[in-house]
């Protein structure tokens, strides 16, 4: 395709002798990294969307910033991590500003309100904490007063309010200072230097926004009449960058939910609202200085606090009945601290169906009771006079119809034989202690391509999805059908890694030992602690062991850590911060991490620190997980037996590939994998997929092997990587 002008010296920016090859330290131009940056500009130039899978080490982010950002155009990038996010900000942007110096590109990371300090909530506090009161039921006066020096010390110091900075020390109750539904907006005595607000307004005046994917499709997926639909300004195009996440975050955007903490953080807005009026009537305290509360203000507050109680003992009931039928029809539910029914799997149940009903009817008695209680108190003149001090209690009346209709709205579509096809309704009650119990009850959409085309993608002028992972098989039909993208409309491109996977890594597939698919989760967790005890002897860099589930990642830790005890550190998953292990990791050049879930993706540790990614099985979804159940129903009712080619399958190669992919992260990183599951040297007709799914490592089958590989390449690392 020929070229504007401009267009052919962004391309050249990118090749031996250009602009990155001469400012950068150390950068080797990619031919791959080149093409993706001319996928760009053809899909600019053929007014196309664009789905982009690039190998890792492709160089994806310079990819799509600098020629987007060389054309002048206003883009928003989404991320899946916080990780990605931090690094656009803090150093590809700057980068690209600083190497182009006439483009100074003005970039912003905007997060969701909860993110940020909320004025009004923290003076309204504090106002309380220097009269020697707490408004909080359930919090000592003391302790909000130690939080309130701490946040007056963080403003001082940090101009943003975003709390996320605030850092983990005196963070206990941070949450009742969080700006959350009850704003006052405008009307707000803070509106002016709100954080939030005034991070929107920065968002607005930037030229790249990022923001994350859970934000975007939330502001997106949102009715042009809802609170925070406007948040996000409009652009020239929205880069999704880890675009494999996107699906789920559509699929969440498009679900209804209603739970009895999502009550609960009203109810305890109406709380805050009483606890500033008149904090005696919910935590007994002693008042040392008097409150200006007249007694009707005090009967009101003791109307609504007998309300919240009522509530609350409703909730708790209703969850309490539910586990406990199951429990006394189901004896495996004894012992289980959780439950998880599909609703519809009891619709011929003589009980449970009456107990959803009834609920419901509770749930909108409720409802009109509080709003009948604010009507007595507050005429129309009063409440505009005093809306402010009102808010919390009309924004929590207003929480509390939203959850109502939320709940009539998702058993509407479980009576409708034909809508509900689409959904699936599940309820989960955990078990807090022996007479208390939560409860969530989820509906999800199983096929979401039509809202996200009409709710998502009708907002989006360009779309460019990018990731190491969107591939299936060679084909992106498994990534495009489900977010309905047109291929009519959109270019499809792949780029391979640049890097030499045959020369610096492995495949260790040990003949014998191998846990198979059908193990228990103590003896997956020994074979696999077998086959890991030689490679530790072997290879004296840093190992991820990738599980599962949480049962085989204790269990290997427990054995592990007997074994490196005093010569290497061992972490498991959930002792520190996820990043804090990565840190530690990188430092230590050794270290044993065994994890589950949220380390097989966005975790990026290069060189000797990870050597050898261990994985304990093929990640097929869990078929005991109602949605994937769901899924797999749907589609054998489509095309009989096809959930494994259409479900199972495409969800454990992505899966799969993420873990991988942790190992090699640059041209000088050197490693082996270990995928320790028979299957993988079975004759399967899903194996040889699986292969052609991986990287182009060498397989190996011996310690020997593993040893000699290890020998060859260990001593290659870079210095500042050893
Ligand atoms: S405008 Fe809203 S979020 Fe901002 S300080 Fe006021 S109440 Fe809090």
């Known amino acids: 395709m020929e070229h504007s002008e401009l267009a052919r010296r962004i391309i050249s920016v990118f090749e031996p002798g250009g602009t990155l090859s001469q400012s950068i330290k150390g950068f080797e131009p990619r031919m791959q990294q080149r093409d993706m940056v001319e996928s760009i500009i053809n899909a600019w130039e053929t007014n196309r969307d664009l789905v982009v899978e690039a190998g890792t080490g492709t160089g994806k982010t310079f990819s799509y910033l600098i020629p987007n950002m060389l054309l002048r155009k206003k883009m928003i990038v989404s991320t899946g991590t916080k990780n990605l996010q931090d690094q656009l900000i803090g150093r590809d942007i700057p980068l690209i500003n ?10 912003f990371a905007l997060k969701g309100r909860s993110n940020y ?9 504090k106002s309380a904490v220097s009269k020697r009161y707490s408004p909080f039921r359930d919090i000592d006066v003391r302790e909000l007063g130690e939080t309130c020096r701490k946040l007056d010390d963080f403003m001082k110091e940090n101009q943003n309010g975003d709390l996320s900075q605030f850092g983990p020390a005196g963070s206990q109750h941070l949450n009742k200072f969080r700006c959350g539904s009850s704003c006052g907006g405008e009307n707000c005595p803070y509106a002016k230097n709100c954080y939030f607000r005034t991070a929107r307004e920065l968002a607005k005046e930037s030229d790249l926004i990022v923001v994350n994917h859970s934000l975007l499709m939330y502001a997106y997926a949102k009715g042009s009449d809802e609170p ?93 009945k539910v586990f406990g039928y199951l429990e006394s029809q189901y004896p495996e539910f004894v012992h289980e601290s959780r439950l998880q029914i599909v609703v519809r799997d ?4 003589p009980v449970i169906p009456e107990l959803f009903v009834e609920f419901g009817k509770k749930a909108v008695q409720l409802q009109t009771e509080l709003e009948n209680l604010l009507n007595q108190y507050v005429d129309d003149d009063m409440q505009e006079q005093n809306r402010r001090s009102f808010n919390p209690l009309h924004s929590a009346c207003e929480g509390i119809s939203t959850l109502v209709e939320n709940y009539l709205a998702v058993f509407k579509v479980e009576l409708d034989k034909e809508d509900r096809k689409n959904y699936l309704t599940v309820f989960e009650a955990d078990r807090v202690s022996a007479s208390e119990f939560n409860f969530h009850l989820v509906q999800s959409k199983l096929k979401f391509a039509d809202s996200y085309v009409e709710r998502v993608f009708s907002k989006i002028q360009r779309a460019v999805y990018t990731s190491a992972t969107l591939m299936v098989n060679g084909n992106f039909f498994d990534f495009a059908s489900k977010l309905g993208i047109d291929p009519e409309q959109t270019s499809f491109m792949a780029y391979g890694s640049p890097f030499n996977y045959a020369g610096q890594g492995c495949l260790y597939l040990p003949y014998q030992g191998l ?107 869990n078929l005991s997980d109602p949605l994937t159940r769901a899924l797999c129903n749907a589609a054998d009712e489509e095309k009989p037996k096809s959930s494994f080619s259409r479900v199972m399958l495409p969800q454990m190669l992505l899966s799969l590939k993420q873990g991988v992919g942790r190992l090699i992260r640059s041209c000088s990183d050197y490693g082996v994998v270990m995928i320790a599951d028979d299957r993988m040297n079975s004759s399967r007709s899903y194996v040889s997929t699986t292969y052609s799914n991986l990287p182009p490592f060498r397989v190996i089958n011996t310690l020997k092997e593993v040893e000699e590989f290890w020998n060859r390449v260990k001593n290659n690392f870079p210095s500042e990587n050893k």
């Open 98 to 107: 600083m190497l182009f110096s006439e483009l100074n590109y003005r970039a």
């Open 346 to 349: 009891l619709e011929e149940d």
């Open 228 to 320: 925070d639909s406007e948040i996000l300004p409009s652009v020239d195009v929205v880069v999704f960058d880890e675009a494999h996440k996107v699906p789920d975050y559509a699929r969440a955007a498009f679900s209804s939910s209603v739970s009895n903490s999502s009550f609960e953080e009203n109810l305890k807005e109406i709380e805050f609202y009483i606890g500033q009026k008149a904090p005696q009537v919910i935590n007994d305290q002693q008042l040392t200085l008097p409150l200006e509360v007249t007694a009707q203000e005090e009967d009101k507050c003791r109307k609504l606090s007998a309300y919240v109680k009522n509530f609350r003992i409703e909730l708790n009931s209703f969850a309490r």
């Open 515 to 621: 846990p198979s698919g059908n193990d228990f989760d103590s003896v997956r967790a020994k074979k696999v602690f077998e086959q890991v005890k030689p490679l530790l002897r072997i290879i004296d860099g840093g190992f991820f062991i990738l599980c599962t589930n949480m049962s085989v990642m204790r269990a290997i830790y427990g054995m592990l850590e007997q074994v490196v005890k005093g010569k290497r550190n061992i972490y498991l998953q959930g002792q520190h911060a996820k990043i804090e292990i990565m840190r530690r990791m990188q430092k230590d050049q050794n270290a044993v991490v065994v994890a589950t879930s949220s380390f097989w993706e966005g975790v990026d540790v290069k060189g000797k620190a990870l050597s050898c990614v261990v994985i304990d099985r093929l990640p097929f979804p």
């Open 117 to 125: 300090i909320c004025l009004d909530r923290f003076y309204k506090i």
